[in-house]
């Protein structure tokens, strides 16, 4: 071989190795913002205590829509019941989304209701600063995400979340959390929990939309979020909810 | 230049050509064999995102349903249960969307069901329709009285108390155990079926009772006061509640 066509061939390899690369990038550029531009979004949701039942349909759904185990202890988002009795003593207890919750003994209770709990997709995640691999992070329209293939199943995540939110699905060996049910978002369909709450104690909308129903919410109620301390920023916002509640 | 070459001690050049292939393995494994999304996070989380997106949906969503039915959803339109998704009864159904006559949804018959939602909680918010399942026809489904797209109590209510147990049963511990709902309230007839919408009476003046509580008022037994000087500043329900045993 001389010099030229050494040159020939090492100018063929560049350029292909070149092009092959930007390909790959622009692709996937590409196949995201066909159908769907994420910075055009930025998703929240509303939950009003007011109004949950606890019939626990949403966690049903959640299940079914997520593939999430069926065993009553993985949870992407949960019902619990609050208990406050005259003396003060708080309990709480997770709904059970089989079967619907026992008559309870009204003795003593000053007051009791139901809090839908979920991941808060937090502006600040906690789990995102802690995650060793860069497996968990926050997409553009601010929904907190988990690449599986990338998860190691370390639950440093887990063990970070002050909300509770994660756990490690016994499947696939990975952590897997609430997603907002994005895989809907991007067809413009809801959250499934939101979809088949039978009484709109859940709400859900866009808040770079001012029409939005979350929009709507958030004016017209007061709002609290959990944990306001640690200065997560969660973007589930929560109206009539109780000081006992966190 | 080929002078140097020669001059170069034989294991120098081996090293040489172990230090340029160990390069060059490591270079095509670097550009070639790692896929890109592994060594750029943009690329990684784009790639992430994707494989999150092509995750197949179970729920259609309510929209769809009435492409196909037309009559169910007209008339769960006008009852209680039109915020009601048709797949928080009826289940995930984006299977039966794609292959509408193999695959079914599910028509939940029982009573159990209807139970998740309607069985007596205290921990449910006032208001909501609940029952007892126990003792409200026990083992009849639901579904043979209430029509489940447009729920209704099956005959229209005769007395108060068929919503209203809660202020029947205070009512009937207190001194006003024997007075009537319709001494101090007047319901118009189509509050019994729509009750949200024809809303009844609630006295709204100190003089309504002053009526049997004031001085010199002709109803005897009644506890009486000084209406004039007794906490003329405000309505006499703002202190009493008329349904609670003892009257205050």
């Given at each position: 071989?001389?010099?030229?066509?050494?040159?020939?061939?090492?100018?063929?390899?560049?350029?292909?190795?070149?092009?092959?690369?930007?390909?790959?990038?622009?692709?996937?550029?590409?196949?995201?913002?066909?159908?769907?531009?994420?910075?055009?979004?930025?998703?929240?949701?509303?939950?009003?205590?007011?109004?949950?039942?606890?019939?626990?349909?949403?966690?049903?759904?959640?299940?079914?829509?997520?593939?999430?185990?069926?065993?009553?202890?993985?949870?992407?988002?949960?019902?619990?019941?609050?208990?406050?009795?005259?003396?003060?003593?708080?309990?709480?207890?997770?709904?059970?989304?089989?079967?619907?919750?026992?008559?309870?003994?009204?003795?003593?209770?000053?007051?009791?209701?139901?809090?839908?709990?979920?991941?808060?997709?937090?502006?600040?995640?906690?789990?995102?600063?802690?995650?060793?691999?860069?497996?968990?992070?926050?997409?553009?329209?601010?929904?907190?995400?988990?690449?599986?293939?990338?998860?190691?199943?370390?639950?440093?995540?887990?063990?970070?979340?002050?909300?509770?939110?994660?756990?490690?699905?016994?499947?696939?060996?990975?952590?897997?959390?609430?997603?907002?049910?994005?895989?809907?978002?991007?067809?413009?369909?809801?959250?499934?929990?939101?979809?088949?709450?039978?009484?709109?104690?859940?709400?859900?909308?866009?808040?770079?939309?001012?029409?939005?129903?979350?929009?709507?919410?958030?004016?017209?109620?007061?709002?609290?979020?959990?944990?306001?301390?640690?200065?997560?920023?969660?973007?589930?916002?929560?109206?009539?909810?109780?000081?006992?509640?966190? | 230049?080929?002078?140097?070459?020669?001059?170069?001690?034989?294991?120098?050049?081996?090293?040489?050509?172990?230090?340029?292939?160990?390069?060059?393995?490591?270079?095509?494994?670097?550009?070639?064999?790692?896929?890109?999304?592994?060594?750029?996070?943009?690329?990684?989380?784009?790639?992430?995102?994707?494989?999150?997106?092509?995750?197949?949906?179970?729920?259609?969503?309510?929209?769809?349903?009435?492409?196909?039915?037309?009559?169910?959803?007209?008339?769960?339109?006008?009852?209680?249960?039109?915020?009601?998704?048709?797949?928080?009864?009826?289940?995930?159904?984006?299977?039966?969307?794609?292959?509408?006559?193999?695959?079914?949804?599910?028509?939940?018959?029982?009573?159990?069901?209807?139970?998740?939602?309607?069985?007596?909680?205290?921990?449910?918010?006032?208001?909501?329709?609940?029952?007892?399942?126990?003792?409200?026809?026990?083992?009849?489904?639901?579904?043979?009285?209430?029509?489940?797209?447009?729920?209704?109590?099956?005959?229209?209510?005769?007395?108060?108390?068929?919503?209203?147990?809660?202020?029947?049963?205070?009512?009937?511990?207190?001194?006003?155990?024997?007075?009537?709902?319709?001494?101090?309230?007047?319901?118009?007839?189509?509050?019994?079926t729509s009750p949200r919408t024809v809303i009844p009476t609630k006295p709204d003046k100190r003089e309504f009772c002053g009526k049997c509580h004031d001085k010199g008022s002709p109803r005897k037994g009644a506890p009486t006061v000084d209406m004039a000087a007794h906490g003329e500043k405000y309505v006499c329900w703002q202190c009493h509640?008329?349904?609670?045993?003892?009257?205050?």
């Open positions: 071989m001389d010099r030229r066509d050494f040159l020939k061939h090492l100018g063929w390899v560049i350029s292909s190795g070149g092009i092959l690369g930007g390909l790959s990038a622009d692709a996937w550029a590409k196949m995201l913002n066909k159908t769907y531009d994420t910075t055009k979004h930025y998703y929240g949701m509303g939950i009003d205590i007011d109004k949950c039942i606890g019939c626990g349909r949403c966690m049903q759904a959640c299940k079914t829509e997520n593939a999430v185990p069926a065993v009553p202890y993985y949870f992407r988002t949960w019902v619990e019941r609050y208990v406050i009795k005259t003396d003060r003593t708080v309990s709480v207890n997770t709904l059970n989304s089989d079967e619907p919750g026992d008559v309870l003994v009204e003795k003593d209770v000053l007051r009791s209701f139901f809090v839908p709990k979920l991941c808060n997709q937090c502006d600040h995640p906690p789990c995102v600063q802690v995650c060793p691999v860069g497996a968990t992070f926050k997409t553009d329209d601010g929904v907190i995400l988990v690449d599986s293939k990338r998860c190691i199943g370390c639950r440093y995540c887990i063990q970070a979340c002050p909300y509770g939110a994660r756990y490690l699905n016994p499947e696939t060996r990975v952590a897997d959390k609430c997603t907002f049910c994005y895989h809907r978002l991007v067809k413009g369909l809801l959250p499934v929990c939101v979809e088949v709450c039978p009484k709109q104690a859940r709400v859900f909308g866009d808040m770079k939309s001012i029409a939005s129903p979350l929009g709507r919410f958030t004016r017209m109620n007061k709002i609290h979020v959990l944990k306001p301390s640690l200065n997560t920023d969660p973007k589930v916002y929560y109206a009539n909810l109780d000081g006992e509640v966190n | 230049m080929k002078d140097f070459f020669k001059k170069l001690p034989e294991q120098a050049v081996r090293v040489a050509v172990v230090f340029l292939v160990f390069v060059a393995v490591v270079f095509v494994i670097r550009q070639f064999i790692i896929p890109p999304e592994m060594k750029e996070p943009a690329l990684q989380q784009a790639s992430s995102m994707e494989r999150e997106v092509a995750k197949e949906i179970q729920y259609a969503g309510a929209q769809i349903c009435e492409q196909c039915h037309e009559k169910e959803p007209q008339i769960k339109k006008i009852g209680y249960h039109r915020n009601l998704s048709c797949e928080s009864c009826h289940g995930a159904a984006q299977k039966h969307v794609e292959n509408p006559t193999e695959v079914k949804p599910t028509s939940p018959k029982k009573r159990d069901y209807c139970a998740y939602c309607h069985k007596y909680n205290s921990s449910r918010p006032t208001g909501f329709p609940q029952i007892n399942p126990d003792t409200h026809n026990p083992r009849k489904p639901c579904i043979t009285c209430h029509n489940p797209h447009n729920p209704k109590p099956p005959t229209t209510p005769r007395s108060c108390a068929a919503c209203h147990a809660q202020i029947e049963r205070a009512k009937a511990a207190s001194y006003h155990a024997l007075i009537a709902c319709s001494v101090c309230h007047t319901a118009p007839e189509k509050h019994k509640y008329p349904h609670t045993l003892g009257g205050i």
